[in-house]
């Protein structure tokens, strides 16, 4: 089956500066790549999500790389605000949204 | 707008007795899942369901059981609880375009 992979496991960043996260999937089948954000205590929110004919995305501060002959994909958050400090959640999956396998999260810090 | 809702918060059960996790959305999504979440490990799909009357299995389904008879309804069932299956709980359920998450069941087995 699919296998993610997710680095790094913690981050740090001052506010304002950009963060990127990197994950690197396995079956190169694999069509949707959606992230999440999971604040203490709460589910996991859908914040962006790219599909494997796209090679970017972006929304407001937050965009998604795509990089299907390598097999990884980042999330990039620029300006970062304390708001963004939370764990975030990079997936994979080969059948649309349906089965989707997550990577094991990057809890980022964002220092005021 | 409730969207995705869990009962119990939290729940403590003994190894061996049995107990359904419910879960319900009011945003007629067709889509619904059960992941577990654990330390270190991301989530882990369970069990998933593309409409009423539909369901199959995920990534972890042994010790867990599901049906759909409606499509806002979306319960988990543990059959024989076993400390293994100490965990977080997560619904979801999702369209196209939009995918929300309950607030999740804390489940101890002891």
């Known amino acids: 089956g699919e296998n993610v992979e997710q680095h790094p496991s913690t981050l740090s960043v001052q506010e304002g500066d950009s963060a990127v996260i990197k994950c690197t999937y396995s079956?190169?089948?694999?069509?949707?790549f959606p992230w999440y954000k999971q604040e203490l205590g709460k589910g996991p929110q859908l914040i962006i999500d790219?599909?494997?004919?796209?090679g970017e995305k972006k929304d407001q501060r937050i965009a998604v790389t795509l990089n299907k002959t390598a097999k990884h994909f980042s999330l990039h958050i620029t300006e970062t605000q304390p708001e963004d400090s939370a764990v975030y959640f990079c997936a994979a999956s080969t059948g649309g949204y349906q089965k989707v396998t997550f990577g094991t999260g990057t809890k980022l810090q964002v220092i005021p | 707008n409730a969207g995705v809702t869990q009962t119990p918060k939290f729940q403590v059960l003994k190894t061996g007795q049995s107990m359904t996790l419910q879960c319900a959305q009011d945003m007629n999504h067709e889509y619904m899942s059960w992941y577990r979440q654990d330390p270190g490990m991301g989530l882990r799909l369970i069990h998933y369901s593309v409409g009423a009357g539909i369901t199959d299995q995920g990534e972890v389904p042994n010790g867990y059981n599901v049906s759909r008879s409606t499509t806002e309804d979306f319960p988990l069932r543990l059959l024989s609880a076993a400390p293994s299956q100490t965990s977080v709980y997560f619904c979801?359920?999702?369209?196209?375009?939009?995918?929300?998450f309950g607030p999740g069941t804390r489940l101890t087995v002891t």
């Open positions: 979801a359920s999702r369209s196209v375009d939009e995918q929300y």
């Open positions: 079956d190169s089948a694999s069509n949707y």
């Open positions: 790219i599909r494997s004919n796209v």
